[in-house]
């Protein structure tokens, strides 16, 4: 069972002339299945809290549980090691390897596994996901060679790749136009409605209220939050 669970977390970034307080006591539970879509204005902290979910980042203060275990303060490798084992990111600019082929760029994760996976076992969970994102017949493309609408159907096969528990995304759609942008925003709920725990960031009021709870953040901290 993965519960996420943060008591008063703060994020501050210092650098040599300048705090910034960019999130402020954040108290935050998701359940597994959950839906959250997470809005606000610009540099109110929605970045910065979705990384700290996904441990691309850690606090300043503050407590963070994944189911029941402390993650406050995680190394680098075990933070790596969570990430790799149950969180997949979806981002708004792809973030895809242009010299990789469609097909290694999904394989990706698998291949960083600290526990080595199969090329047998890769090729059938590679396929698997070209066949959810309906991107089978471009697999030895190169991202280059793709519309954005295809490249970011790509980033969600391989964010889905090693079965993630829990799937952060932030602007999924902010690079695409409405057609693919609702594409994307299908296949999104199409997983969770599988299972699969979800936690978005979203300008787009009308993708913000597909979730099940949206939580509005200003200024670093959670102001509002609503049940849909
Ligand atoms: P949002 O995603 O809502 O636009 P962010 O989480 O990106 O907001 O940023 C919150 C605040 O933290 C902003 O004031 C931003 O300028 C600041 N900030 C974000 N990342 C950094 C960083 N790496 N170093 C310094 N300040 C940062
Ligand atoms: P979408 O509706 O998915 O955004 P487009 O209408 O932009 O797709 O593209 C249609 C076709 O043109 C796609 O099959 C794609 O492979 C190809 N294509 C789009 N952009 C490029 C590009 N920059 N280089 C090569 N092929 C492209």
């Given at each position: 069972?993965?519960?996420?669970?943060?008591?008063?977390?703060?994020?501050?970034?210092?650098?040599?002339?300048?705090?910034?307080?960019?999130?402020?006591?954040?108290?935050?539970?998701?359940?597994?299945?959950?839906?959250?879509?997470?809005?606000?204005?610009?540099?109110?902290?929605?970045?910065?809290?979705?990384s700290?979910?996904?441990?691309?980042?850690?606090?300043?203060?503050?407590?963070?549980?994944i189911?029941?275990?402390?993650?406050?303060?995680?190394?680098?490798?075990?933070?790596?090691y969570?990430?790799?084992?149950?969180?997949?990111?979806?981002?708004?600019?792809?973030?895809?390897?242009?010299?990789?082929?469609?097909?290694?760029?999904?394989?990706?994760?698998l291949?960083?596994?600290?526990?080595?996976?199969?090329?047998?076992?890769?090729?059938?969970?590679?396929?698997?996901?070209?066949?959810?994102?309906?991107?089978?017949?471009?697999?030895?493309?190169?991202?280059?060679?793709?519309?954005?609408?295809?490249?970011?159907r790509?980033?969600?096969?391989?964010?889905?790749?090693?079965?993630?528990?829990?799937?952060?995304?932030?602007?999924?759609?902010?690079?695409?136009?409405?057609?693919?942008?609702?594409?994307?925003?299908?296949?999104?709920?199409?997983?969770?409605?599988?299972?699969?725990?979800?936690?978005?960031?979203?300008?787009?009021?009308?993708?913000?209220?597909?979730?099940?709870?949206?939580?509005?953040?200003?200024?670093?901290?959670?102001?509002?939050?609503?049940?849909?």
């Amino acid at each position: 069972e993965l519960t996420l669970n943060m008591t008063d977390i703060t994020k501050v970034y210092s650098t040599e002339d300048m705090d910034t307080h960019a999130l402020r006591g954040i108290d935050l539970e998701i359940y597994k299945g959950d839906f959250v879509s997470i809005c606000g204005p610009s540099g109110c902290g929605k970045s910065t809290l979705l990384s700290l979910l996904g441990l691309l980042d850690m606090p300043t203060s503050g407590k963070y549980f994944i189911g029941g275990t402390d993650v406050s303060h995680l190394n680098l490798s075990e933070a790596a090691y969570i990430r790799n084992e149950k969180i997949g990111f979806i981002f708004q600019s792809f973030n895809l390897i242009d010299e990789l082929s469609v097909f290694d760029n999904i394989a990706l994760p698998l291949r960083y596994r600290r526990n080595k996976v199969s090329e047998k076992d890769i090729e059938k969970k590679v396929t698997e996901c070209l066949q959810i994102v309906d991107m089978t017949h471009r697999a030895q493309h190169k991202p280059n060679q793709l519309s954005g609408g295809q490249q970011q159907r790509i980033a969600i096969a391989r964010a889905l790749v090693g079965n993630p528990a829990l799937l952060l995304v932030d602007e999924p759609t902010g690079n695409l136009d409405s057609r693919n942008g609702d594409a994307v925003m299908e296949m999104l709920q199409q997983l969770n409605a599988n299972g699969t725990t979800l936690c978005m960031v979203t300008h787009d009021p009308r993708y913000a209220d597909m979730a099940g709870r949206k939580l509005h953040l200003l200024d670093g901290k959670i102001i509002d939050s609503q049940t849909l």
